[in-house]
């Protein structure tokens, strides 16, 4: 009887999301690659956390990162998982696999806000499927069930080529859906939720004002007059507000000189613009429920009701808060100015993120100081 070829995969990720997508799947790899990859193939998966390291042209350095990686450990076929939003091009990158170096990447922001654990494991059967024509051994490609396929098929994305002397292909965002699944990433990796706890003094102020809007009898009487539509309304532009007022006063704001670096940044900002948003948004409803329940313990209905003018319900206590909310909203956004920009940039961003505003911005001082040490030196 033949004894199982073993095939040793080794899978670095980055710390945070993709930490948490390979501890979630380490267990259920092997039997997924027996299953899905080669059956005849005895599979040992390892994996390790680190920091992955980015090269000068903030990219990760795949080849280094296997060789060293195959050598030292005696891995087979190296796996990188990170939070680094990838370009092959002007297309966002998927997945890139480098057959002759054993190694693929997965960028997790292109698989989008949902179901990140779902496709980053059909993602890995794929690129250890493709890995595996470097040890001559070939994938059961006849084993993906039907459904597999048919995902597969209409996954918004594009095999392209490295070029024509190179082993490296990628797969690729493509069209509408796909840049939209990156943004949804992007956005998702910024963790627009822990905007709130990082923001103590708009948060301070945005409760103090809200909180004094419910005690005060002029408050009352403008919730009363003002109808669902136009509250709706009053909600949208104040979230706007403050969205714009942190970007701007924070600057945020990412503005490259070049113009292929203008079209790559199109992408950042608006992504910075919807974890803003979505930030508010979070502070606008939990300020919502402190503010409502602060109005059921401290407003009496019938003193409610005398100052109105007519008998009330839950819907004037709602509509109350709902204005005392927006208003506070708007004063959370000047106390925001009290915060230090790197803390609202810590509050905002991803760690890769901020990596990476960090190498434009050293870029853009080289430049500054090329271009005045350039007359003196011609002078």
């Known amino acids: 009887m033949t004894t199982p070829h073993q095939v040793t995969v080794g899978v670095l990720a980055d710390e945070g999301l993709p930490e948490q997508v390979i501890t ?13 990859v080669s059956g005849k193939t005895r599979w040992r998966v390892e994996h390790e956390v ?16 296997s060789q060293r990686h195959r050598q030292d450990r005696g891995w087979d076929l190296v796996v990188l998982i990170t939070d680094l939003p990838r370009r092959a091009g002007t297309k966002p990158v998927v997945a890139g696999v480098d057959v002759e170096h054993g190694v693929a990447m997965i960028s997790l922001p292109a698989l989008g806000a949902v179901l990140v654990r779902r496709r980053a494991r059909t993602l890995l059967v794929r ?3 493709q890995l595996m024509s470097r ?52 956005v998702r990796d910024n963790r627009p ?18 909180a004094y809007g419910v005690i005060t009898s002029s408050f009352w009487k403008l919730a009363d007059a003002l109808s669902p539509l136009r509250l709706t ?35 950042y900002n608006v992504s910075t613009a919807a974890t ?3 930030g508010v948004a979070c502070m606008y409803a939990i300020l919502y429920v402190v503010a409502l329940l602060a109005a059921a313990v401290v407003i009496d209905s019938g003193y409610f009701a005398q100052a109105l003018g007519h008998p009330v319900g839950v819907g004037s206590y ?38 990476r505003q960090e190498r434009n911005q050293r870029r853009r001082d080289d430049r500054t100081s090329s271009e005045r040490e350039s007359p003196t030196q011609t002078g």
């Open 24 to 36: 979630a799947l380490a267990d259920d790899l092997p039997g997924i690659f027996a299953a899905r």
């Open 193 to 210: 939720w822990q905007l709130v706890p990082h923001l103590a003094g708009a948060t301070a102020a945005a409760a103090g004002t809200a």
């Open 135 to 186: 040890l001559g051994i070939d994938g059961e490609h006849g084993r993906r069930g039907a459904v597999a396929r048919l995902r597969e098929a209409l996954a918004p994305t594009q095999r392209m080529s490295g070029g024509h002397q190179s082993t490296a292909t990628h797969l690729a965002l493509v069209g509408l859906r796909g840049r939209l699944r990156l943004l949804a990433g992007m």
């Open 50 to 65: 680190a920091q992955l390291p980015l090269d000068e042209d903030g990219d990760i350095p795949m080849r280094a990162l």
């Open 127 to 129: 690129v250890v499927r």
């Open 276 to 278: 803003l948003a979505i």
């Open 318 to 355: 709602l509509n109350l808060v709902w204005l005392c909310s927006s208003v506070g909203i708007v004063a959370g956004a000047l106390g925001s100015s009290l915060e230090d920009e790197e803390t609202v940039r810590k509050a905002t961003y991803s760690r890769r993120e901020r990596e």
């Open 233 to 267: 309304g009053i909600t949208v532009v104040t979230v706007v507000i403050m969205a714009v007022w942190l970007m701007v006063y924070n600057h945020l704001w990412d503005r490259p000189s070049g113009a292929v670096e203008r079209r790559k940044a199109v992408l």
